[in-house]
C-alpha cells in the first residue's frame, strides 16, 4: 500500500509542473509575454535597489533562454519525479524552478496590503508544493531502496 501511495504522490506533484510546461510549449509567445510583463514591473518596482534591478534587469533581456529553462526545468524534473528516475534531482529542478517563479510571477511582494492579500494564496500553495518537493529530496530514492533491501533479506532466507 504505501507504495502505491507513493507513486500517486509522485503522479500528483509532478502532473502540475508538466502540464504547465506542455501550456507553455502549445502557448509559447503569449506565456512569455506573461513572463516578460511581470519582469517589467520588478525592473520598474526595483530601480532603488541596484543588485535586484541589474539581476532582473538581465534576465528581461535574456527572456527567450530563461523561459526556455524554466519549461526544460519543468518537463524533465516533472516526468523524472513521474517516472521515479533519479527523483532527487527531478525534484530539485522543480524546486528550483518554484522558488524562481513564486518570485517573479506573484505580487506578493507588493508594497499594497490588498494585492498582497490577494496573493497570499498563490504563495501558500507554492509553499505547500515546495514542502511535497522537500519530502522528495529527503525521501526520493527511499521506496526503490527498501524495495531492494527487502528483495535481498527474503532472497537470504
Sequence with gaps: MQSFFYFMGRVCLSSLFIFSALRDLLDWNSQEDL????????????????????????????????????????????????????????????LLFLICETVIMTDFWSPSSVVRAAQFHLVGNNIGLAGGLFFLLAFGGAEKKKTASSESKSSKH
Design 35 to 94: 513572463l516578460f510583463n511581470k519582469l517589467t514591473k520588478i525592473v520598474h518596482s526595483s530601480a532603488g535597489h541596484p543588485l535586484v534591478f541589474e539581476i532582473f534587469q538581465f534576465i528581461q533581456s535574456q527572456l527567450g533562454w530563461f523561459f526556455a529553462a524554466f519549461v526544460f526545468m519543468k518537463l524533465l524534473g516533472g516526468v523524472s519525479v513521474l517516472l521515479g528516475w533519479k527523483v532527487k534531482f527531478g525534484g530539485s529542478l522543480l
